[in-house]
């Protein structure tokens, strides 16, 4: 493992995915994130540089990971910098962003004389750092074939769903559901809570039945006892279920069940739940929580 690592975002996702490759063998050269601190705290643990400028990690790397916030975030390290002196680097980014980000990316680096392709990510934080991440890519093959024996120390599966922008779609699309998925089960044991019923036994009934989810699995018991710390927060929900809406705005298509949970989702971050992970929801449901009103 010969190639040098560059890490462009080390939050949650990024700092643990950094880890994981240095576990593996991959020797991490450089990271950066507007938050500096974060940066050379992770630089000191994992032993590499922590720069200021994002031309300094295209220079110290062969290959170059995102992960990055939003639409703006991206736009501005591509604009600012990193395709740099780019010729024959492979980028790799795996931030949740609109699909035509991904090939707007794809272009500029083919203009540098560069690569990329896109790493779109279901699971969390402790995925991230365990390797076991489900990743849908989009991209032209070749590259998707370059970078797979790096992709493969972070996934446990992985799929190339087509060209650049295709996996941001499906990307979309999971947390779409997922989104809805959540709002639909707080609304549910909301509900169960004021009938007086045990959540733990709801919990169980509907684990049998039809109304069982994955969601059910990560997110029930945590609604139930008001945790909610953050592997996915609900600013980040409201970000992605505005993605796909988007998408299907454009499309004519009527969307009514994700609009009604991207409206929770702005309700959490307008009342300053924002950085709560998406169970927190449930604080808008349950009576006498602090964001039901009830």
């Not at 990271?31 to 295209?58: F, P």
């Not at 950085?275 to 808008?284: C, R, V």
């Amino acid at each position: 493992m010969t190639e040098k690592i560059g890490f462009v975002g080390v939050g949650r996702m990024g700092a643990n995915m950094a880890r994981r490759l240095k576990e593996c063998g991959y020797e991490i050269a450089v990271v950066y994130d507007v938050n500096a601190a974060a940066a050379q705290s992770l630089a000191q643990e994992l032993g590499c540089q922590a720069v200021e400028r994002l031309q300094q990690v295209t220079k110290l790397s062969d290959i170059v990971i995102t992960v990055v916030t939003d639409d703006k975030a991206m736009k501005q390290i591509y604009v600012g910098g990193l395709l740099s002196r780019a010729r024959g680097k492979l980028f790799i980014n795996c931030a949740t962003v609109t699909p035509g980000l991904h090939v707007w990316v794809e272009a500029k680096a083919a203009k540098a004389g560069a690569e990329s392709i896109e790493a779109c990510m279901a699971s969390s934080i402790t995925q991230a750092r365990q390797g076991t991440l489900y990743l849908m890519c989009g991209g032209p093959a070749e590259v998707f074939e370059r970078a797979r024996p790096l992709l493969e120390k972070l996934s446990s599966s992985m799929r190339h769903v087509g060209p650049a922008g295709k996996a941001a779609q499906v990307k979309a699309l999971v947390n779409m559901v997922m989104n809805m998925n959540t709002a639909a089960l707080a609304e549910g044991l909301a509900l169960g809570d004021a009938l007086g019923l045990d959540l733990t036994m709801l919990r169980e009934v509907l684990s049998q039945t039809g109304a069982n989810s994955q969601v059910l699995k990560t997110d029930g018991e945590d609604m139930q006892n008001r945790e909610h710390s953050c592997f996915f927060s609900a600013a980040h929900a409201a970000k992605d279920s505005g993605i796909a809406l988007k998408l299907g705005k454009a499309l004519d298509l009527d969307l009514p069940l994700a609009t009604a949970t991207k409206k929770q989702y702005d309700r959490m971050v307008v009342a300053g739940l924002g950085e709560l992970d998406k169970s927190g929801i449930a604080e808008l449901t349950f009576r006498g929580r602090k964001g039901s009103g009830g």
